[in-house]
């Protein structure tokens, strides 16, 4: 007999896309490769109804994302609706476009922290794996939300072209003034997974920045606080994707359509609910889309009977769909999924530490107008 899902915590947490558009091209973008045109955007009203709702189902946190959201000139509006219902904004951004002025009106707004990408601590490595010249944009960015006395956080994404320079990022984030470095291997989504051939690094190249994360650890401890998102592809361990599925967050893309999670455009489909059509409430507690995974009466063996269940979730149902055309299996990416000798393969066959070239890399599209 299959177990009903149990029934939907409140969110905390809601990743706003507000838009595809991006002036950086980075190879391993998990966007869609289907981006969301810039004529198919929610309005500034629209984001200010979506923050408002968000705000009586729970959440208190919001990211505002993309692409990059400063290609908003509304986006000082949306803060402002977020900040006035309660909810605690982070920028995320490539810092390309954020000036004096412009950061001012935003923290008048209501904005509280900002995380910046990084993609290398060398600039012309920097442009290789972004596919632009944005180095010098991040380092005035960083030097203006340091002065405007916000906290900073960096988030560099890992993969083949910059494990090996694990420590620059760590240095570069000292020097920057950053409270908190984000190193996140790459998650094999959108973009980054028509790139995984280029991106994906040997076990070797894993465990040698694992070995310095450690060691920086121990050199900063009370001074910079250092996340390390392990890489299951080569742990073997299935991540316990978003805290489960549509059990603590969600993503409301550019157009308006709800995920449980930012990668779930393509499993979803035409099931995928839209605030256009929907309260946000109704798509969160009722929907079929946020139901089909919570709880455990979806799991198949080896997840139904293993004690990590309520540890991992049964990993990320993105990644199974992605892998296996079945988001109910198994994640591949653990070691106990009938799948996972086809991820171990891939690693295997990895290149490790070899140097990339622009001609490795497909570097992601611009959204249509």
């Known amino acids: 007999?299959?177990?009903?899902?149990?029934?939907?915590?409140?969110?905390w947490a809601l990743?706003?896309?507000?838009?595809?558009?991006?002036?950086?091209?980075?190879?391993y973008c998990s966007n869609p490769t289907e981006l969301v045109a810039r004529n198919e955007e929610l309005s500034a009203e629209q984001w200010s109804d979506v923050m408002r709702q968000a705000a009586d189902i729970g959440v208190v946190q919001t990211h505002l994302s993309g692409g990059e959201p400063l290609l908003r000139r509304d986006l000082a509006e949306i803060v402002?609706?977020?900040?006035?219902?309660?909810?605690?904004?982070?920028?995320?951004?490539?810092?390309?476009?954020?000036?004096?002025?412009?950061?001012?009106?935003?923290?008048?707004?209501?904005?509280?922290?900002?995380?910046?990408?990084?993609q290398h601590a060398d600039a012309d490595k920097a442009e290789l794996i972004a596919g632009a010249r944005a180095f010098t944009a991040k380092e005035r960015a960083a030097a203006l939300v340091r002065a405007a006395d916000l906290p900073l956080g960096l988030n560099a994404v890992l993969h083949r072209a910059n494990l090996d320079a694990l420590d620059g990022i760590v240095e570069l984030g000292l020097a920057w003034g950053a409270d908190r470095v984000e190193l996140a291997n790459t998650q094999f989504y959108g973009w980054a997974l028509r790139n995984r051939s280029a991106l994906l690094p040997d076990r070797a190249q894993v465990a040698r920045a694992r070995e310095r994360v450690e060691r920086w650890r121990e050199r900063l401890a009370g001074r910079m606080e250092l996340v390390w998102v392990a890489p299951d592809y080569v742990d073997g361990i299935a991540k316990p994707c978003m805290g489960g599925w549509g059990a603590v967050s969600l993503t409301v893309a550019p157009d308006g359509t709800v995920l449980p999670c930012p990668a779930a455009g393509e499993l979803l489909g035409r099931d995928a609910p839209n605030v256009k059509d929907h309260q946000l409430g109704w798509i969160w507690r009722e929907s079929t889309a946020f139901n089909r995974y919570r709880g455990e009466g979806w799991m198949r063996e080896p997840c139904r009977s293993?004690?990590?269940?309520?540890?991992?979730?049964?990993?990320?149902?993105?990644?199974?769909?992605?892998?296996?055309?079945?988001?109910?299996?198994?994640?591949?990416?653990?070691?106990?999924?009938?799948?996972?000798?086809?991820?171990?393969?891939?690693?295997?066959a990895g290149g490790g530490a070899t140097a990339a070239t622009a001609g490795d890399f497909a570097y992601r599209a611009s959204p249509k107008t």
């Open 15 to 27: 990743l706003a896309e507000l838009t595809h558009g991006c002036p950086l091209r980075c190879a």
């Open 80 to 118: 402002t609706a977020a900040d006035s219902a309660g909810i605690h904004t982070q920028l995320v951004t490539s810092g390309v476009g954020l000036h004096e002025a412009r950061l001012k009106a935003l923290v008048g707004a209501g904005l509280r922290s900002v995380q910046l990408s990084v």
């Open 306 to 348: 293993c004690a990590l269940r309520t540890v991992d979730f049964g990993g990320c149902r993105c990644q199974a769909y992605a892998l296996t055309g079945d988001a109910s299996r198994t994640d591949p990416a653990c070691h106990r999924s009938p799948d996972n000798g086809a991820v171990r393969a891939l690693v295997d």
């Open 1 to 11: 007999m299959t177990e009903s899902p149990r029934p939907a915590q409140p969110p």
